[in-house]
Nanobody
Framework: QVQLVESGGGLVQAGGSLRLSCAVS????????VGWFRQAPGKERDFVAA????????YYADSVKGRFTISRDSAKNTVLLQMNGLKPEDTANYYC????????????????????WGQGTQVTVSS
């Protein structure tokens, strides 16, 4: 089993920054990739970014490319999501998820590819 706990959400003004953390515990050696997803009220959960265990080939949704950066702190078994230039449309509950199966890059955008999920952290961006 792999457990994930998100933190770092909060309220920020448009143009501001937040850094989300996803602490991975349990069988940390077994996860293949970690992804971030977000869900706004009344909307489906959308892919944001993903990173592989090796830290290589970070992958982003077009809507956040150039503003968000995903990285891995291997010493702390943590995956970070640095969010800069936040916009009101970034307001959502943000979830991290892990997969223990090595999957092709395009499949990292699908929530069905992930086996374990955190409880989410709320990000609110005011205009």
């Amino acid at each position: 089993q792999v457990q994930l706990v998100e933190s770092g959400g909060g309220l920020v003004q448009a143009g501001g920054s937040l850094r989300l953390s996803c602490a991975v515990s349990g069988r940390t050696f077994s996860w293949s990739a970690v992804g971030w997803f977000r869900q706004a009220p009344g909307k489906e959960r959308d892919f944001v970014a993903a990173i592989r265990l090796s830290g290589s080939f970070p992958y982003y949704a077009d809507s956040v490319k150039g503003r968000f950066t995903i990285s891995r702190d291997s010493a702390k078994n943590t995956v970070l999501l640095q969010m800069n230039g936040l916009k009101p449309e970034d307001t959502a509950n943000y979830y991290c998820a892990a997969t223990i199966v090595s999957i092709a890059q395009p499949l990292l955008t699908s929530e069905t590819s992930y086996d374990f999920w955190g409880q989410g952290t709320q990000v609110t961006v005011s205009s």
